[in-house]
């Protein structure tokens, strides 16, 4: 029997209902894998081996040389304490937040108003997404200024904000019932869509009126549920090099029914309807192209490779010739 297009279009639908029911389900690691590093679970699209993250942005690299061993994620940059799946963003879409280590900024000067330390914070979260309902930035300090600079995703513009936190005498650095308002602490909200972030600490008069008992201004984004009167002590913050942010995942950019009408169109520019595909596999980074055409890309994995396609194809489709190649 020839194979014909809704055939073919059937059987992509099948699968990729096969695959939503298996990501559905995978709320842990994949059989065989890896479950947990350290205290911190690691559930599918991410993993400790190939075959068992979803792509190399998924890759967790979970380091034994600390104890308990530390999950370190995108080329061990990131220092990962918590990883969980969550709401699904329509049928075809599995998404999550993770929670990750990020260094604290800070600008250290002496009695004299010379500068001696001075540490920015970047974070480069490439496909994740750096949190605007749970995190904030904080700025701590008598003689500081909290900034942030960062690109907007889908904008392509600079994003530019700050907040000033202010203090003259030791008296006024005392919790003021946990506000955070501008005396000795500011904070403000993240906009939405930001995919890195460049934190960064200034001075007003390079603490020369505050010296004595404020030498040093901090700013950091943090999960705000996470932040605690003892973040606003200058003295632990001296101590700290990094505290918990949350940034937010999600696989699954292309529906199924997208896939099967791009297919089509595919089919359709192929001279002999039955020189169809040579070995039809889908797979993370697949993309699949006619006359240099982009057709579609799958950013989520489809690890079952359409064998009922494939297997059936396959001795008709060994020998043929594609008019056209990806």
Not at 52 to 74: D, G, R
Not at 257 to 264: E, F
Request: neutral net charge.
């Amino acid at each position: 029997m020839e194979p014909t297009e809704g055939g073919i279009i059937r059987s992509i639908l099948f699968s990729c209902a096969l695959f939503l029911a298996a990501a559905a389900a995978a709320s842990q690691a994949l059989p065989g894998c890896q479950d947990k590093c350290g205290d911190v679970s690691i559930p599918y699209p991410f993993g400790t081996t190939r075959s068992c993250y979803l792509n190399e942005n998924f890759a967790i690299t979970c380091n034994k040389s600390f104890s308990p061993p530390v999950p370190q994620l995108l080329g061990n940059d990131i220092v990962v304490t918590y990883v969980a799946r969550g709401r699904k963003r329509s049928p075809f879409q599995v998404s999550g937040q993770l929670k990750m280590l990020n260094y604290v900024a800070q600008d250290c000067y002496d009695a004299d108003g010379r500068l001696v330390t001075r540490i920015n914070s970047m974070l480069w979260a490439d496909i994740f997404t750096i949190s605007n309902d749970k995190n904030k930035l904080t700025g701590i300090g008598c003689d500081t200024e909290a900034i942030i600079t960062a690109e907007r995703e889908y904008i392509g513009s600079g994003y530019f904000t700050g907040c000033i936190s202010y203090c003259d005498k030791i008296e006024t650095t005392v919790d003021l019932n946990g506000s955070c308002s501008g005396i000795r602490c500011c904070q403000i909200s993240v906009p939405s869509g930001l995919k890195n972030l460049n934190i960064s600490v200034t001075s007003f008069n390079n603490h020369t009126n505050v010296s004595a008992f404020n030498p040093c201004g901090y700013a950091f984004v943090t999960d705000e549920s996470k932040f605690t009167s003892s973040f606003k002590s200058f003295e632990v913050l001296a101590t700290m090099e990094s505290l918990p942010l949350v940034l937010y995942w999600a696989i699954g950019n292309e529906t199924c029914t997208v896939v099967s009408l791009n297919l089509v169109m595919l089919v359709n520019k192929i001279v002999s309807a039955t020189i169809l595909l040579t070995g039809l596999v889908i797979s993370a980074s697949a993309r699949m192209a006619t006359m240099g055409t982009h057709i579609f890309t799958m950013v989520a994995k489809v690890d079952i490779y359409l064998m009922l396609i494939g297997s059936i194809y396959s001795q008709r489709w060994t020998n043929t010739k594609m008019d056209e190649r990806p």
